[in-house]
C-alpha cells in the first residue's frame, strides 16, 4: 500500500485548520481561520459587556446574586450562531468555543465592570456526560477568556453531582426544578469572598446559571458574574 503524503499532511493540517467556515459552512480562504469574514462581519454581536443593564443580566435579575452578566452573540433558529454552536457541542469542534471565548476575553479586558475577577468557573458537565462527549465545551469557552484576560481556569471548584435530564421541551419552572441543587462546590479549593466569572455556551433559561451561581454564593462566599458565548432568545 502506497502512502500519499500530500492526503496524510491535508489531513493532518485539516484536524488544526478545518477547511470549512464554523458559521456558514462555505470554504475558507487561505487567511480566514475558523469562521470567513463575512461571517465574521454579519456575526449578531451583543456589546452586552459595555453596559450593565443588558438583556442576559435581566434575565437573571432576582434570582441569583449576580454582579454583572453577558453574552458574545444572539442565539436564533437557522442563524450562523446556531450553526456555530452546533459545530462546537455535537461536532467535535470544541476548539471553536476556545477561539471564541479568546475574542470576548479580549473584549471584557475594555469593560472595567469585569477588572476585578480572580478565576473563570465553567459550568461542569456530569462526569457521565463528560465521558459520552469527551469534552466540556463550556470549559473550552473559559479557556479561551482566561488566556485573554490572564485569570486561572478553575475547573475544581464546581461540581455537578447527578446528571440532569434534557432541558428541550420543559417549560420554564419544570426547568428550574430540574437544576435544583445539582452543583456543589469542593471546599479544598475556595476562594472565599472573590469575585468569580461563571461561564457557559449558551444561555437559554438561566435555570442553570441561576443553579450555579447561587451555589457558588451560597457555599464559598463568592462575587460572580456571568458570561455565555451564546443567549438564545
Ligand atoms: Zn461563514
Known amino acids: 500500500m502506497q502512502f500519499d503524503l500530500r492526503n496524510i499532511l491535508g489531513d493532518f493540517v485539516s484536524i488544526f ?10 470554504a475558507l480562504k487561505y487567511q480566514e481561520k475558523y469562521i470567513c469574514i463575512a461571517c465574521d462581519y454579519h456575526l449578531p454581536y ?16 432576582g434570582k441569583a446574586p449576580i454582579e454583572e452578566a453577558c453574552s458574545f452573540l444572539l442565539l436564533q433558529k437557522g442563524s450562523r450562531v446556531e450553526h456555530l454552536i452546533y459545530q462546537i457541542k455535537y461536532n467535535n469542534q470544541p476548539f471553536l468555543a ?15 465592570r469585569y ?6 468557573v465553567p459550568i461542569p458537565l456530569h462526569a457521565s456526560k463528560l465521558r459520552k462527549r469527551g469534552y466540556n465545551q463550556s470549559a473550552y ?11 486561572p481556569l478553575r475547573e475544581d471548584i464546581l461540581v455537578r453531582q447527578r446528571p440532569t435530564m434534557t432541558q428541550t421541551g ?4 419544570a426547568r ?5 441543587d445539582v452543583f456543589v462546590c469542593k ?10 466569572l461563571l461561564v457557559d455556551d449558551v444561555l437559554t433559561t438561566g435555570a442553570t446559571i441561576v443553579s450555579a451561581a447561587l451555589t457558588l454564593y451560597e457555599s464559598l462566599g463568592c462575587k460572580v458574574s456571568v458570561a455565555t458565548l451564546a443567549r438564545a432568545r
Not at 485548520?17 to 462555505?26: M, N, S, V
Not at 451583543?46 to 435579575?61: E, G, K, P, V
Not at 476556545?98 to 472595567?112: A, I, N, V
Not at 469557552?141 to 485569570?151: K, N, S, T
Request: include cysteine.
Open 170 to 173: 420543559k417549560d420554564r419552572l
Open 141 to 151: 469557552f473559559g479557556r479561551g477568556l482566561a488566556r485573554a484576560m490572564h485569570i
Open 46 to 61: 451583543t456589546n452586552f459587556h459595555l453596559y450593565s443593564d443588558n438583556d442576559t443580566a435581566r434575565q437573571l435579575w
Open 187 to 196: 471546599q479544598l479549593s475556595v476562594p472565599v469572598g472573590e469575585h468569580v
Open 115 to 120: 477588572s476585578e475577577l480572580s478565576a473563570i
Open 17 to 26: 485548520f478545518p477547511k470549512e467556515c464554523a458559521c456558514c459552512g462555505c
Open 98 to 112: 476556545e477561539y471564541f471565548g479568546y475574542q470576548y476575553g479580549l473584549k471584557l479586558l475594555e469593560s472595567e
Open 176 to 180: 428550574y426544578d430540574n437544576v435544583e
